[in-house]
C-alpha cells in the first residue's frame, strides 16, 4: 500500500506539471482581454481584437483538465495509458466533474493499462498491443467508467448544492456567505463552483448584486493565497511552484480561480480545505460588509463597479490571509524525490 501511495502522488505531481503551462498561458491571455477590452464585452463576444485574445486563452484552460488526468495515467502506466487518460479527462469536462474527478480517472486509467499490458496475446500480435489494443480496451473501459461510476455522483453534487444555496434567502446572509464561498473554493471552477457562481448570476439579473461581490472575492481568494504563501515561506515550494507566483498574482487580480488548480490537484487533502475556509471567510465578509457589483465578472478590472471598492479588497485579503495561514501551518518542504520529478517532467 506504501508503494502504491507513493505511486500515485508521484503521479499526481507529473500531471500538474505537465497541466501547468496551460493554466499560466491561459491565465494571462484571459487577463490580457480582460483589461483591454472589459470584462463583459470580451465574454459576451468572440469576435475583436482582445474578444479573440479572451477566448485563446479558454481555449488553453479547456485543456486544463484533459491534460492532466492524461499524464496522472501516463505516470502510471507510461505512453498506452495517455488514449485513456486524456480522454477520461475530456469527459470528466464534458460531464462537470472538473479535476476532482480527472484525478480519479487518471489514476483508475493508470491502473487499468498497467493491467492490459499482463494479457497474453500470441507473438504474431504482440506488436499491436500498446499501439491498438490497449488504447482501445482502455478507452472503451474509461468511458463507461467515467460516465456510469465517476460522473453521476459529481452530478448529483452539483444539483443539490445549486438546490440547496438558492434555497437560502437574504436573512442567512452568514449561512449564505459560508456556503457559497465554500463551494466556490471546493473545486475551483469544477461543477460546485459553477452552481454558486450560477446563483449569483442568476440574483445579479434579478437585480441582487450582492452574491456576485461575493463571488469575485471568494474566487479571488485562492490564487492569492497561494502566491502569498509562496512569498512569505519559499523554502516550501518546490522550484516549478515557485516559477508561477507572479502567474497566481495575476489570476488573483483577474478572477481565474483556475490559477490554484495546480496545487490542488497536487496535494488536495492540504490545499482544498484552506481554499474553502478563505473564500468562505471571504464571501460572508463581502455579505457583512454591504458590499455589491454589477458585473459578472473580471477581479479587480470591474471593482470600480463596486459600492464598497474599499471594503471588498478587505474582505478580499481577510480570506486569502485565512488560506494562507492554513497553508504554511501545514505545509511540509518539499522532499528532494518531489523536486526531482518536478524537474524531470519540466525538461522531458
Known amino acids: ?138 478507452v472503451l473501459a474509461m468511458g463507461f467508467i467515467v460516465e456510469i461510476v465517476i460522473g453521476k455522483p459529481f452530478a448529483a453534487l452539483n444539483e443539490a448544492m445549486l438546490g440547496f444555496i438558492s434555497g437560502l434567502d437574504g436573512s442567512s446572509i452568514i449561512i449564505l456567505g459560508l456556503i457559497q464561498g465554500a463551494m466556490l473554493g471546493f473545486d475551483l471552477g469544477g461543477p460546485v463552483n459553477k452552481a454558486a457562481y450560477a446563483f449569483a448570476c442568476a440574483t445579479l439579473e434579478a437585480g441582487n448584486y450582492a452574491p456576485m461581490a461575493a463571488n469575485f472575492v471568494a474566487s479571488m481568494a485562492p490564487p492569492l493565497a497561494i502566491a502569498a504563501a509562496m512569498c512569505i515561506a519559499k523554502k516550501k515550494f518546490t522550484a516549478a511552484e515557485k516559477s508561477s507566483t507572479a502567474g497566481c498574482f495575476i489570476g488573483a487580480a483577474a478572477m481565474i480561480s483556475e490559477y490554484a488548480i495546480p496545487f490542488a490537484a497536487g496535494n488536495p487533502l492540504l490545499y482544498v480545505p484552506s481554499f474553502m475556509a478563505g473564500s468562505a471567510v471571504s464571501a460572508t465578509c463581502s455579505y457583512l460588509f454591504g458590499c455589491t457589483i454589477q458585473a459578472p465578472h473580471g477581479g479587480v478590472f470591474m471593482f470600480g463597479l463596486c459600492n464598497k471598492p474599499i471594503m471588498l479588497i478587505l474582505a478580499l485579503l481577510i480570506g486569502a490571509a485565512v488560506s494562507t495561514a492554513i497553508i504554511l501551518a501545514f505545509k511540509k518542504e518539499p522532499s528532494a524525490e518531489e523536486e526531482e520529478v518536478e524537474r524531470i517532467s519540466v525538461t522531458e
Open 1 to 138: 500500500m506504501k508503494e502504491i501511495g507513493k505511486e500515485i502522488k508521484t503521479a499526481l505531481l507529473t500531471g500538474v506539471s505537465y497541466m501547468l503551462p496551460f493554466v499560466v498561458a491561459g491565465g494571462i491571455l484571459v487577463a490580457i482581454g480582460f483589461a483591454g477590452g472589459g470584462a463583459v464585452a470580451v465574454t459576451q463576444s468572440e469576435t475583436g481584437f482582445w474578444s479573440r485574445i479572451f477566448w485563446w486563452g479558454k481555449d488553453a484552460f479547456a485543456l486544463m483538465v484533459p491534460i492532466f488526468c492524461a499524464y496522472v495515467a501516463y505516470s502510471i502506466g507510461d505512453k498506452p495509458a495517455l488514449a485513456a487518460g486524456l480522454v477520461a479527462g475530456c469527459l470528466c469536462d464534458d460531464i462537470g466533474g472538473g479535476f476532482l474527478a480527472a484525478i480519479v480517472a487518471g489514476i483508475i486509467a493508470g491502473y487499468i493499462v498497467n493491467a492490459l499490458k499482463k494479457i497474453p496475446v500470441p507473438a504474431s500480435l504482440r506488436s499491436l498491443l500498446p499501439t491498438v489494443i490497449i488504447p482501445t480496451l482502455s
